[in-house]
Every structure is written in structure tokens, then in C-alpha cells.
């Protein structure tokens, strides 16, 4: 039996990683979550080998007395404050989540953790120094207080292993959406305006580019990486390399959608709301094996799905 934690278990990765972990019957499953952000609803509810419990892993005493006494394998850290704006709203909340990855790693070290995977951002990247954005050798750049928690969090990590032995593999996720993402992200956001005929709002001029990995991909990668033992100690960007611009994406959905929707243009983002964004995804597709899920199909796939509200 291999003992699984995932941190930040009511949100869109982290309930849904657990949902395709769960299928096999080898593994038993943790879900730690504040609900700050997540939703229990997004928590599967049929499966005997997923146990859900409601902690703060920035409270040390909440989350030790979890990790201390049931013996983990591997742990995946996605508990984060996360969406652009709430971030910049509340810079002080997300700074708390520093403390979150010292507990992690703390308790990790001293247990029977073999491995932590923890999930880190393309905002590191801040605005495009190069295009495409190579994990290796990509400065990063960005000044806004989640990227440098995430960009501190990377170096925690890096010093535990180096310090400890402690091993690890770090995710940068590009825009990752599907069926549990909430309606606060751009994609499912776009999907629900669209779906009740209600004007879709564009910060900007909407020439802004990104790229959207479906879950399924971030997903089967994910699991790859687990069961295979691969990238110790390494950074992966796990994304698409598709760019799109937020109204062409805006376009597409109501064209997919057959919806009556509008395109209302809001002032802009004050910051956060970088102009481009495309990673190297050279690694992922080395661990995925097959081509990954066109927008299309995706959007499509995660509007059927009845989950957004």
C-alpha cells in the first residue's frame, strides 16, 4: 500500500489528481484543505481509499498532527492562496504561505517521506524575457507577492534536498483547467458567462497570450512522474505550447458554445496581467508520450462536464 498526501485537496488539481490516484486500489489518499479556496464539493465522495481532513498546513500543531501519525509515502504540496487578483488583494495572506512549505518540508525530513512534489507557477516567470520559457535557464523575473512565494518556496526546496537529502520534483503549472476549475479563472470563467448568454468580460484589449493545459494532461503526467521515479530533484513546466489571446480564446468559446454572448473590454489589470506566457513543455512531452488536448476539445470536454456553477 503507498500512503499519499495532497495538500490543497479541494481545489481543481489537487481533487482531481486524487480522483485518478484513487483508481488505483495501491493507493491510499490524504486530502488536507482550509477550504479558504477550495470546495468540498470538489472532493470525491465514492472512493474508500480517500480520506478527507479539514487543516491549515500554514498552522504547524494542525498539520503535524496529521503527518506524524500516519506514515506518508509521498506528499504533494498544492495548498496555496491562488487567481492573479486575489493574490494582489491579499499580499500578506499569501506570504503566510510560506510557513506552509517550511511545515512540509519539516515534517517531511523527519518522517518516512520519500518524496514531495510541489506546485509552483509560470507567474515566476514575470514578464517574457524569452519565449519559449525554458525551466532551466528562463530568468524569473516577476515582483508580485504570489510568484515570490512560489519562486521561495522553489528554493526551500532545492536547500532541504541539498541539506537533507530530501527529494522532490517542482511543477510549474501553466493555466492547467477543466471540469473542477472555479469560475474565478479565465477559461471556466469564459465557459459559464457563455453558457447563460451573459456578456464575457475581457481585462484589456484581450491581446494578451497564454497557453491552457486540460487536466487530463497535467494529470497523466503527474502520475507518470510518480510511478516512473523520474525528474528527482528537477523543475518541470507542465502546460501546452499553444498560444491563444484572451479574445481569440473569448471567441472561441462562444463559437464552440453556440452562445449570444458579448465581448465587454474592462480597464486593465493594474499588474499580475502578464502580455505573454509560453513554456517549454520539451519535458513533459518526454514523460507524456502522446499529443495533448487541443483547446477545442478541452473547452468543449469541461463545458459537458455540469460541474461549473
Not at 183 to 195: E, L, N, P, R, W
Not at 259 to 275: A, C, F, N, R, Y
Request: contains cysteine; glycine residues 6%.
Amino acid at each position: 500500500m503507498r500512503k499519499i498526501l495532497i495538500t490543497g485537496g479541494a481545489g481543481n488539481i489537487g481533487s482531481s489528481l486524487a480522483d485518478r490516484l484513487s483508481l488505483d486500489d495501491n493507493n491510499e489518499i490524504v486530502l488536507v484543505d482550509n477550504l479558504l479556496t477550495g470546495d468540498p464539493l470538489k472532493i470525491p465522495s465514492n472512493r474508500s481509499n480517500i480520506t478527507f481532513i479539514k487543516s491549515d498546513v500554514n498552522n504547524y500543531s494542525d498539520i503535524s498532527a496529521i503527518m506524524l501519525c500516519q506514515k506518508f509515502d509521498y506528499v504533494f504540496h498544492y495548498a496555496a492562496v491562488v487567481g492573479v487578483k486575489r493574490t494582489i488583494d491579499n499580499p500578506k495572506m499569501v506570504l503566510n504561505d510560506i510557513e506552509g512549505i517550511k511545515n512540509i518540508l519539516d515534517l517531511s525530513k523527519n518522517t518516512s517521506i520519500k518524496k514531495v512534489f510541489y506546485s509552483s507557477s509560470s507567474e515566476v516567470y514575470g514578464e517574457p524575457v524569452e519565449i519559449p520559457q525554458y525551466e532551466d535557464t528562463t530568468p524569473l523575473n516577476s515582483r508580485l507577492p504570489y510568484a515570490i512565494v512560489k519562486n521561495v518556496g522553489e528554493a526551500f526546496f532545492r536547500t532541504y534536498h541539498l541539506e537533507y537529502g530530501l527529494n522532490y520534483t517542482i511543477f510549474r503549472f501553466f493555466n492547467t483547467y477543466g471540469p473542477r476549475q472555479s469560475t474565478d479563472f479565465v477559461i471556466s470563467k469564459f465557459i459559464s458567462q457563455a453558457q447563460q448568454n451573459r456578456d464575457i468580460t475581457i481585462y484589456g484589449d484581450g491581446l494578451q497570450t497564454r497557453t491552457f493545459c486540460y487536466i487530463d494532461d497535467n494529470l497523466e503526467t503527474t502520475e507518470k512522474i510518480l510511478n516512473q521515479s523520474n525528474l528527482d530533484n528537477e523543475v518541470i513546466n507542465i502546460g501546452s505550447d499553444q498560444e491563444i489571446t484572451i479574445l481569440e480564446l473569448a471567441q472561441k468559446v462562444i463559437k464552440l458554445l453556440n452562445s449570444k454572448s458579448k465581448i465587454i473590454h474592462l480597464d486593465p489589470l493594474k499588474e499580475g496581467d502578464m502580455t505573454r506566457r509560453k513554456p517549454d513543455i520539451s519535458k513533459m512531452k518526454v514523460v507524456l508520450t502522446r499529443a495533448l488536448t487541443s483547446i477545442d476539445e478541452g473547452i468543449m470536454l469541461t463545458a459537458k462536464s455540469g460541474f461549473l456553477q
